[in-house]
């Protein structure tokens, strides 16, 4: 059995404006998505790969049936009442094996899901899939682990965006990250602050998708040169901070900025304006994670307001 594993993701600074090449604090988190590989038993499940997807609690969510060397899809089984009835998702990943398979390197020898050989694939999440840590990043780098082709290029012809969710995949500390001229910059970074333990996630209980937040912004067609430049500065002044006070300063600034570009109140504002730290959105605004600066008594707080998912910073970023 061939296993590979990939990291969840979160992005601390630059969201949106990463598209434009600004640098990015990322983080990966301590959950992420394995991918298991076997070889079918002859003459049962020859020709045919079979892929399983399971959610964190071991839940079968999509099953599909591919043949080989085709991959056309032979039929799909997924959760009808939390995927809508769509079965776009077992096309998604036809995309993304079909892309794979183009990508394989000659050198390599057999080319990736050429032959015959049948194959079952068990994917597994290792956080809920409405939490937005990376289901499709993860699962992107895994298969392109596989099948030993690049994963950014993969990402990028599949479903697009920055590619600073493939960086925190395949990265176990904290990056800069930075579109320069289309291709990806991965700066280890050294963020570590020692008021980590007044720092908080939590969930808002909303799954945003980030390829519609990506859509709306580019629709935008804003000349952004200037933010590029204050946002990239912001990063490294966060990512540098020592003091809880000027990191809350830095978040209010950086919230600010990005308030104007996409014409959306901070969710401080909309939400949380008796809040007695600083939030800021994480990625596209609207859903998923906040980071909340704060103390003990900060779960307390955002449970009343009906949050119950609030993660200390130990128990989500790997550190």
């Given at each position: 059995m061939d296993t590979f594993y990939s990291n969840g993701k979160l992005l601390l600074t630059g969201e949106y404006v990463v598209l434009d090449g600004a640098k990015a604090l990322a983080i990966p988190t301590k959950y992420g998505q394995n991918l298991y590989i076997s070889p079918s038993p002859l003459g049962r499940l020859g020709g045919e790969l079979i892929w399983e997807s399971y959610t964190d609690t071991d839940e079968l969510w999509l099953q599909v049936v591919f043949d080989l060397p085709r991959l056309r899809i032979i039929n799909a089984t997924f959760d009808a009442a939390s995927d809508g009835g769509n079965d776009a998702l077992a096309e998604k990943l036809q995309e993304i094996l079909l892309n794979a398979k183009k990508m394989t390197p000659i050198a390599i020898g057999t080319k990736f899901l050429s032959n015959e050989q049948g194959f079952l694939v068990k994917s597994k999440l290792t956080f809920p899939r409405n939490w937005g840590l990376g289901s499709s990043s993860t699962l992107i780098n895994n298969i392109a682990q596989w099948a030993k082709i690049?994963?950014?290029?993969?990402?990028?012809?599949?479903?697009?965006?920055?590619?600073?969710?493939?960086?925190?995949?395949?990265?176990?500390?904290?990056?800069?990250?930075?579109?320069?001229?289309?291709?990806?910059?991965?700066?280890?970074?050294?963020?570590?602050?020692?008021?980590?333990?007044?720092?908080?996630?939590?969930?808002?209980?909303?799954?945003?998708?980030?390829?519609e937040g990506i859509a709306a912004y580019k629709k935008l067609?804003?000349?952004?040169?200037?933010?590029?430049?204050?946002?990239?500065?912001?990063?490294?002044?966060?990512?540098?901070?020592?003091?809880?006070?000027?990191?809350?300063k830095l978040l209010a600034e950086h919230e600010t900025i990005i308030s104007k570009i996409i014409g959306q109140k901070p969710i401080q504002e909309l939400l949380f304006s008796d809040y007695f730290g600083q939030t800021k959105s994480l990625g596209a605004w609207g859903g998923d994670f906040i980071l909340a600066t704060g103390n003990e008594n900060t779960p307390n707080y955002f449970k009343q307001k009906g949050f119950e998912t609030v993660i200390p910073y130990s128990g989500m970023v790997l550190e």
């Open positions: 690049d994963a950014f290029q993969l990402q990028f012809q599949t479903f697009g965006g920055s590619g600073y969710d493939i960086a925190c995949a395949q990265n176990n500390s904290p990056i800069i990250y930075q579109l320069k001229n289309k291709k990806p910059l991965v700066e280890v970074c050294k963020f570590n602050p020692p008021f980590k333990g007044q720092l908080y996630f939590v969930y808002l209980n909303k799954k945003q998708n980030s390829r067609n804003k000349n952004n040169n200037t933010v590029v430049d204050e946002i990239s500065q912001l990063t490294q002044l966060i990512s540098a901070c020592n003091l809880v006070t000027d990191f809350e």
